[in-house]
């Protein structure tokens, strides 16, 4: 019997005043592609406050993706507070020593 593929939700976000909220997973599979959609909708340089409330599920490279968005923040000449961020993505960041470049 093949086994189901499974089905990942590509992550989205929406917002505007430098507030937004990113919803889906953040992993391997979809993080290249979101990155793409931050660049192209300029959120890497206006977002100031990130929701992640709704992310359904995370890995190493989505925690690789948040902590890119802030550093392409600052270069930008603002900050980026992350807000709601889920367990697996703080106990990821704790387990790699990264977890000050997630807090505000």
């Known amino acids: 019997m093949a086994e189901a593929s499974r ?9 505007g005043d430098g507030r937004c909220a990113v919803s889906g997973a ?11 959609e931050l ?5 890497l340089k206006s977002a100031q406050t990130v929701d ?7 890995d190493s490279a989505g925690l ?3 902590i890119a968005w802030r550093a392409a923040r600052r270069r930008a000449g603002g900050t980026l507070r992350f807000e709601a961020v889920p367990e697996r993505l ?3 960041a704790r387990l790699t ?8």
């Not at 089905?7 to 917002?15: C, D, L, Q």
């Not at 992640?52 to 995370?58: E, G, I, P, Q, Y």
């Open 7 to 15: 089905v990942v939700e590509a992550p989205r976000i929406a917002g």
């Open 97 to 104: 020593d990264a977890q000050s470049l997630l807090d505000a």
């Open 64 to 66: 690789a993706l948040l």
């Open 26 to 36: 953040l992993g391997f599979a979809t993080v290249s592609g979101f990155w793409r």
């Open 90 to 92: 703080q106990a990821l």
């Open 52 to 58: 992640l409330s709704a992310v359904t599920s995370a």
């Open 39 to 43: 660049e192209a909708g300029g959120w």
